[in-house]
């Protein structure tokens, strides 16, 4: 089993639509969990952090089920500038060791 | 505040050469992770380094080795290159706060190699 599993999609949604990606981990021991989200041959940047009891950042909600080992990313009201891949991303230990799943492609269509 | 730098963008080499990249973190960090990711792929976790000492490593051989210098600036060297070595590497700088470190990790532009 991968460290970090993702639908690698595509999710090809129109403008305004409600999107969900999840993301499974292996590790039950993992203590911190992020989005990132990286843009067609650019860098991976930080969208979100993941807590315990779930955060939102406007459009944006994070949930974290520990008991079923998966991360989920709730995107409302899609816009265009949406399109990217996003990036699960989990923290194996103390360390700061993150594990980064394959990325889900997102394409918002008008 | 500079973030992440990294050089060069760019890189073509042929197989079987040495390449040496580089990063600076974004100021105020002290960890620095190596990520390799090919075409398609997320990155993937070579390895991290902190306080001058590499404190993990991923699946990766031998020939991928690095350093962190006292100014917490890093190198990855990667020896005898092969074509599937071709790929975009990242650098990633966070601060770990003491030895625990929960904190995301911010990355640089990365360096794209290519191997002929």
């Known amino acids: 089993r991968k460290e970090v599993e993702q639908d690698p999609g595509p999710f090809n949604v129109p403008e305004g639509a409600t999107v969900a990606f999840n993301c499974t981990y292996s590790?039950?021991?993992?203590?911190?969990f992020f989005w990132y989200r990286q843009d067609c041959r650019k860098e991976p940047k930080l969208l979100m952090s993941v807590y315990s009891s779930g955060n939102e950042d406007g459009r944006f909600t994070a949930q974290l089920n520990r008991a079923s080992q998966y991360i989920s990313l709730l995107i409302r009201d899609s816009k265009l500038s949406d399109s990217a891949t996003y990036l699960c991303?989990?923290?194996?230990?103390?360390?700061?060791?993150?594990?980064f799943g394959a990325g889900t492609r997102l394409t918002v269509k008008p | 505040d500079a973030g992440v730098t990294q050089s060069p963008t760019h890189l073509i080499k042929t197989r079987g050469q040495q390449v040496t990249l580089r990063c600076s973190p974004k100021?105020?960090?002290?960890?620095v992770s190596w990520y390799q990711q090919a075409l398609g792929q997320g990155p993937q976790f070579i390895f991290q380094?902190?306080?001058?000492?590499?404190?993990q490593r991923g699946n990766f051989p031998d020939r991928f080795s690095g350093h962190q210098f006292p100014n917490y600036s890093s190198e990855l060297n990667v020896n005898a290159l092969l074509l599937g070595d071709s790929a975009l590497y990242l650098c990633a700088s966070s601060f770990a706060g003491g030895g625990g470190g929960y904190q995301p990790q911010h990355f640089g532009d990365g360096t794209r190699l290519s191997i002929l």
């Open positions: 380094y902190y306080e001058e000492e590499e404190r």
């Open positions: 100021s105020g960090h002290d960890t």
């Open positions: 590790n039950s021991a993992s203590q911190s």
């Open positions: 991303v989990v923290n194996m230990g103390g360390n700061n060791d993150m594990r």
